[in-house]
């Protein structure tokens, strides 16, 4: 069974700064081959895309509440990615998620995705 599994997040202030991981394990799925969307979920909120990373490098953004602070990248061949936050605010504030798509490309409908990490919490303090 392929799992992904994200890594990196906690605690930070208000201004901060935060590196999120998405990494998998098990057959069948290649994280370098793979699209990986980047989505969060607040207290109370919706669920959130983010930012995409398709397999050949080109990034999708989905919130303008991100522009100019969040980045997407890979790294380690193609088989990590990370979600570089920076200037962290309050409403930043949730439940992280890294989610794969299997065919390379950044889905234009959300929830076209195969699979999903079980989230990691991230909380922004003033």
């Known amino acids: 069974q392929f799992d992904l599994m994200e890594s990196g997040g906690g605690s930070a202030r208000s201004g901060g700064t935060m590196t999120l991981s998405c990494s998998g394990s098990?057959?069948?799925?290649?994280?370098?081959?793979?699209?990986v969307t980047w989505f969060r979920q607040g207290a109370g909120k919706e669920r959130e895309g983010l930012l995409c990373?398709?397999?050949?490098?080109?990034?999708?953004s989905y919130s303008d509440s991100v522009k100019d602070r969040f980045t997407i990248s890979r790294g380690d061949a193609g088989n990590t990615i990370y979600l570089q936050m920076n200037n962290l605010k309050v409403d930043d504030t949730g439940v992280y998620f890294c989610t794969l798509r299997m065919d390379g490309a950044c889905p234009m409908n959300l929830a076209d995705v195969q699979y999903w990490g079980r989230g990691i919490p991230v909380t922004v303090s003033e």
């Open positions: 098990g057959p069948g799925v290649t994280l370098a081959l793979s699209a």
């Open positions: 990373i398709s397999s050949a490098g080109y990034i999708t």
